[in-house]
């Protein structure tokens, strides 16, 4: 096992990129990393979005069924590559959309759906955080570095906002940006996303001709952090 850290984007299940999650794969096949962190947006959870579509798209049954499956299945597919790795799964704005709506629609069920949304992000051998502004901290070649889905979408904000070693997801964008502080570098990794670009749901912020996002995922090791694209979008 190798004194590193991979950090998967945002998958947004049901709408993951299958030849994108195979490269994940080969990679955790090959470096066997101390940590593997999925970042937030595990889901997508279109069914409770703000954005009007036709709901005979797909049904909110159908959307939980099929992404909860594929979230199962790629965790253990990676518990099986690399039985090793201290494994995290974090929660990105996605994933919070089900308890926003409920909040504002019907709060006094807060407590009933909790329970089965918590169990759609536990998984065997793979530690959870339980909300969106929950950070994960991690030592790594004696290094401490702080990993959350993020909330900024300029390069270095997080960086210049924080002072201290960054991994986060949520642009659907991956970039390294590095910055001197007392005698030393801090640095901020973006991770990128790895959901389909070219399913409906990625349609919503801007046109599909247009969107420059980068396929691929985040590695911080001896060498420090690092962006690796995957060349397709």
């Known amino acids: 096992m190798s004194e590193s850290a991979i950090f998967i984007g945002d998958t947004q299940f049901p709408w993951v990129n299958p030849r994108s999650l195979n490269a994940v794969y080969e990679i955790i ?20 979005s703000p954005f009007p579509f036709k709901r005979s798209y797909i049904t909110p049954n159908d959307e939980l069924n099929n992404g909860m ?34 909040l504002k629609r019907a709060p006094e069920y807060e407590q009933w759906v909790s329970v089965g949304l918590n169990n759609m992000f536990n ?21 401490e570095i702080m990993c959350f889905h993020g909330w900024a979408l300029k390069q270095g904000q997080h960086l210049a906002e924080l002072k201290r070693n960054i991994v986060f997801g949520h642009t659907h964008y ?56 995957f060349g397709w979008t």
């Open 174 to 229: 991956g970039w390294t940006h590095h910055l001197g502080q007392n005698d030393t570098t801090i640095s901020e990794l973006n991770c990128g996303y790895i959901a389909n670009r070219h399913a409906f749901p990625m349609s919503f912020t801007r046109l599909r001709s247009t969107q420059k996002w980068t396929q691929g995922l985040g590695l911080w090791d001896q060498h420090g952090p690092r962006f690796i694209p």
């Open 123 to 143: 998984f065997p051998g793979v530690f959870t955080k339980s909300e969106q502004r929950d950070e994960l901290i991690i030592q790594l070649n004696n290094i």
């Open 29 to 48: 096949s090959t470096i066997k990393p101390k940590y593997i962190i999925q970042i937030g947006d595990l889901y997508d959870f279109l069914s409770f």
């Open 69 to 102: 499956a594929m979230a199962v299945k790629m965790w253990d597919m990676v518990r099986y590559l690399a039985p090793d790795s201290e494994c995290w799964q974090l929660r990105g704005n996605h994933d919070e959309r089900p308890m926003k709506r409920i």
